[in-house]
């Protein structure tokens, strides 16, 4: 059983910069492929980012030299270091851990997920 737990949301102004944690226990957290999604009031969960096992990553172009996603092998924890924070940033971010080695940008390539973490960028 995979539990994923995330943590470092918060209120942030806009300009201002996060980091979100994610801790994975459960699975042999360095061979998978790791991912952030989000969601805002009235959307669908979107993705934003996702590390391979390999060090590979892949961002949607909305967060491209905004964010950074990045992963502790040694301590189960993936990383989302949010810089330049908008006020379009503003929803509830999740982790997921993908069942692959390779990147995932879609919902269906992830079959564990954490409880979400709410960023709420102001203005």
């Known amino acids: 059983q995979v539990q994923l737990v995330e943590s470092g949301g918060g209120l942030v102004q806009a300009g201002g910069s996060l980091r979100l944690s994610c801790a994975a226990s459960?699975?042999?957290?360095?061979?998978?492929?790791m991912g952030w999604f989000r969601q805002a009031p009235g959307k669908e969960r979107e993705f934003v980012a996702a590390?391979?096992?390999?060090?590979?990553?892949y961002y949607v172009d909305s967060v491209k030299g905004r964010f950074t996603i990045s992963r502790d092998n040694a301590k189960n924890t993936v990383y989302l270091q949010m810089n330049s924070l908008k006020r379009e940033d503003t929803a509830v971010y999740y982790c997921?851990?993908?069942?692959?080695?390779?990147?995932?940008?879609?919902?269906?390539?992830?079959?564990?997920w954490g409880q979400g973490t709410q960023v709420t960028v102001s203005s």
């Open positions: 459960g699975r042999t957290f360095r061979s998978y492929s």
């Open positions: 590390r391979s096992w390999s060090g590979g990553t």
């Open positions: 997921a851990l993908s069942p692959s080695r390779r990147i995932g940008v879609h919902l269906a390539d992830y079959d564990s």
